[in-house]
């Protein structure tokens, strides 16, 4: 290996790194909603109420980071109109509301499976824009973690189906998947719209449109001020309302869009399904939801199916025709510096 090769081969490992450790960092945030959102409904807010304070105080908390950081944060959104509404309504409205559905008529457990099916959607979505196939490791790594998810969440204890869950179950896992894609493209344009303007505009967008089905009576919006219950301890409705807007939300997002502009989606996507082995553990933490021991083990099988799926995405090579879309997508740093310096000259 040259010298050149081996400095090209190293940037790599150091880009996939940082991207992993912030899609790492959003799961584990996306991980802690279900703790801070039970305590909300156990005293006695819906969940459309609850979804709707989560992506409200974080659209306010991303709109007052963003004209700090980024002051022409709005314009951007106003260029990209079409991309921001797209987001915040499928990727950001439409997987929670319709997990939430699917939570009615299903139990937790099933529900969370079929949403978490999103990988599987991403990894056939590149496979047909791109006619790259994927290599029969990466088919086995989702294999191994979509097995590993099964045994996290435990879903053959008393799970029952419904045809009505299941519809909006598989829903809600193609609007995970617009997720991972929908971050991917915004974040490797190189038309200008950061990772901090689009996750502000979404949740915006989200935000009215979770409203607009709760205020028109499309979904029940109970809120109440009673006092909560977090890890034992008793506190105001204010404190996971605040801790739902900004960790699982604001900063969540953030990170997971930061995450998969520096990963393949269809990795990215894979490393999404950590969440629920954080959710699990913050559970149990907070809540004092301990694991099973099926549980851990299938949480060591989900990083194994991780593990698995990056050895097959790295030893994959690329139909020709498809380079240059591949290479956009790994390799945003590079196609943003292009374009930058297409408009120097």
């Known amino acids: ?74 314009r951007e959104v106003r260029a990209h109109a079409r991309t921001v ?37 991403v990894v056939g979505w590149v496979w047909a824009t791109t006619r790259n196939r994927p290599s029969a490791m990466t088919f086995g790594g989702v294999a ?10 435990d879903v053959f204890s008393g799970a029952h189906i419904n045809l009505t869950g299941v519809s909006w179950g598989l829903a809600a896992a193609v609007c995970a998947a617009c997720y991972f894609m929908m971050s991917n493209k915004a974040s490797t344009d190189g038309d200008g719209l ?12 989200g935000t009215a449109a979770v409203t607009l089905l709760g205020v028109t009576g499309v979904m029940p919006l109970t809120f109440t001020t ?6 034992g301890h008793t506190t105001a409705w204010l404190v996971p309302v605040i801790a739902l807007g900004l960790i699982p939300t604001a900063l969540a997002y953030t990170l997971g869009i930061v995450g998969i502009a520096r990963l393949k989606p269809r990795f990215a996507s894979l490393v999404g399904l950590s969440e629920v082995l954080f959710a699990v553990l913050i559970a149990w933490i907070m809540l004092g939801e301990a ?25 994959e090579q690329p139909d020709p025709e498809a380079v240059s879309q591949v290479e956009l997508a790994t390799w945003p740093d590079m196609a943003l510096q292009e374009t930058s310096e297409r408009a120097n000259d």
Request: net charge neutral.
């Open 1 to 74: 290996m040259t010298a050149e090769a081996q400095l090209d081969r190293t940037t790599a490992d150091n880009h996939f790194r940082i991207g992993l450790l912030f899609a790492v960092s959003s799961a584990l945030a996306f991980g802690s909603s279900g703790p801070f959102a039970k305590a909300l409904m156990e005293a006695g807010w819906s969940p459309t109420a609850a979804v709707t304070a989560r992506l409200a105080g974080g659209a306010l908390m991303m709109a007052a980071f963003a004209s700090v950081v980024r002051p022409g944060w709005i």
């Open 85 to 121: 509404v797209a987001y915040g309504v499928f990727p950001i409205a439409g997987a929670q509301l319709c997990y939430y559905n699917a939570v009615a008529h299903l139990s937790v457990g099933v529900a969370l499976l079929l949403e978490y099916t999103a990988p599987i959607l």
């Open 144 to 153: 191994v973690a979509v097995a590993g998810i099964v045994l996290v969440l």
């Open 194 to 205: 950061s990772p901090i303007s689009l996750a502000a505009g979404g949740l915006i967008v």
């Open 226 to 231: 009673n006092s909560v219950s977090i890890a």
């Open 291 to 315: 694991m099973s021991v099926s549980q851990a083990v299938g949480g060591a099988v989900v990083l194994a199916g991780l593990a698995v799926a990056r050895q097959g995405d790295r030893s």
